[in-house]
C-alpha cells in the first residue's frame, strides 16, 4: 500500500525566507508524486508532479521539488517566501491510475 | 486545460433528507471518478472509486447504501448523501482521472451542512 508522510504540520517563515515543506512516501512500485496547495474554504491547486524523467521537477508559483529514490522524499521548495505563499500543502502518491494517497498537510504560515 | 465542474458549491440541508454532488468533466472523458471527504483541518481522505458503467468501490468504513456513487457516463459522476446526519457535514472533493496528460483534475468541492 502507498502512504504520504509529512513532517511538519505547520511551518513557519518570514518573507523572502526559504520555505522547505518535507514530504516522505512509501510506495512498492515507481510512484507519481504530488504536491497541491490548498486556499481556505476551496479546491486544490496542483503546484508540480513527478511521473517520470527528470527528479527535479519545477512548478507554478516559483515551487519546485526534487524525486529522491535514495531518500524516499519529495520535499517541496521555494527559495523565497511571499505572504500569498501562505496556505495548507498536501503531498500525495499515485500508481498511475489509481487514486492519490493524501499526506495529513502542512500548514504554511509567512510573517512579515 | 482539463476542468471538472462540481456543483453545488455549497449546500446547506436538513437533517434526514438527501443531496445529490455532481462532477462533471467539461472537454475530457474521465475514465475513473474519485471521491474524497475532508473534514476541517484535516486532509483528503478517499472514500471511492467509480469506473464509468460500473459499481463504485468503497473504502473500508464508508457506507456504500448511505453515500451512492453513480457514474452513468465518461463525463457524468454523482455522489448522493443520503438520510444526511450532522456528522455527514464536511467538504466533499470529486477527482476525475484521464490516461495522458491530463491525469489527474480536481473539482472545487462542495461544502455540506446538515443542520
Known amino acids: 500500500a502507498q502512504s504520504v508522510t509529512q513532517l511538519g504540520s505547520h511551518v513557519s517563515v518570514s518573507e523572502g525566507a526559504l520555505v522547505l515543506l518535507r514530504c516522505n512516501y512509501s510506495s512498492s512500485v515507481p510512484p507519481y508524486l504530488f504536491w497541491y496547495v490548498q486556499y481556505p474554504n476551496q479546491g486544490l491547486q496542483l503546484l508540480l508532479k513527478?511521473?517520470?524523467?527528470?527528479?527535479l521537477v519545477k512548478g507554478i508559483n516559483g515551487f519546485e521539488a526534487e524525486f529522491k529514490k535514495s531518500e524516499t522524499s519529495f520535499h517541496l521548495t521555494k527559495p523565497s517566501a511571499h505572504m500569498s505563499d501562505a496556505a495548507e500543502y498536501f503531498c500525495a502518491v499515485s500508481d498511475a491510475g489509481t487514486a492519490l494517497i493524501f499526506g495529513k498537510g502542512t500548514t504554511l504560515s509567512v510573517s512579515s | 486545460g482539463a476542468v471538472v465542474s462540481q456543483h453545488p458549491s455549497w449546500v446547506i440541508c436538513k437533517s434526514g433528507t438527501s443531496v445529490k454532488i455532481e462532477c462533471r468533466s467539461l472537454?475530457?472523458?474521465?475514465?475513473?471518478m474519485f471521491w474524497y471527504r475532508q473534514f476541517p483541518k484535516q486532509s483528503l481522505m478517499l472514500m471511492a472509486t467509480?469506473?464509468?458503467?460500473?459499481?463504485?468501490?468503497?473504502e473500508q468504513g464508508v457506507e456504500k447504501d448511505k453515500f451512492l456513487i453513480n457514474h452513468a457516463s465518461l463525463t457524468l459522476s454523482t455522489l448522493t448523501v443520503t438520510s444526511a446526519h450532522p456528522e455527514d457535514s464536511s467538504f466533499y472533493i470529486c477527482?476525475?482521472?484521464?490516461?495522458?496528460?491530463?491525469?489527474?483534475?480536481f473539482g472545487s468541492g462542495t461544502r455540506l451542512t446538515v443542520v
Open positions: 477527482s476525475a482521472y484521464t490516461t495522458g496528460s491530463h491525469g489527474y483534475t
Open positions: 472537454d475530457f472523458q474521465a475514465t475513473t
Open positions: 467509480s469506473n464509468e458503467g460500473s459499481k463504485a468501490t468503497y
Open positions: 513527478y511521473t517520470t524523467g527528470a527528479t
